[in-house]
């Protein structure tokens, strides 16, 4: 495992910090780019113009299992890169050619947090996008590990681990989401509206 993460840090590259950003963390340990994604969709109205109360969505009222539950839910790898930081093989892993429409969403949670439509070949073996489906949907950390300085990134309400954000991407952001495919579970566009995430169809050529 020590050896796929150092392979990792090698491909993913090393990045440089050349702005202020605003995801939560201040001082030393912020970010420096601002963290880019889709716009939020519009809140629904009712036939009186008022705005229409709807049902929170399922993974925003999601509750973080203990590790015991998670470790029987999640397979040996899944465990390992979301709640241990771990690292999967480059181009062994389920994601990294995927070309289909759809959502990539948390796999302990199942927030939303990538679309295919910002998916890109890296040439790293690992699914990379150029930003998140929403810029609140991941939150970026100083990542001091592996005697280099990168910037972690996990999902906003579970937690997960998902991999690291570097400046060498890319238009229309210049960024490199490269993630873990074991942080993930892609739901193809079809799936989307029975899964509740038809809210992003629109997003999707």
Known sequence: MLLAVLVFALLAGQPSYAGAG?????????????TQGHAAAPAAHDATGDTAMTAPAPWQRFSKPKAEELRARLTPMQYEVTQMEGTEPAFRNEYWDEKRPGIYVDVVSGEPLFLSSDKYDSGTGWPSFTRPVRPDAVTEHMDRTLWMVRTEVRSRIAGSHLGHVFPDGPAPTGLRYCMNSASLRFIPREAMQAEGYGEFLDQLP
């Open 22 to 34: 605003s995801t939560g963390e201040t001082g030393a340990n912020a970010p420096t780019h601002q």
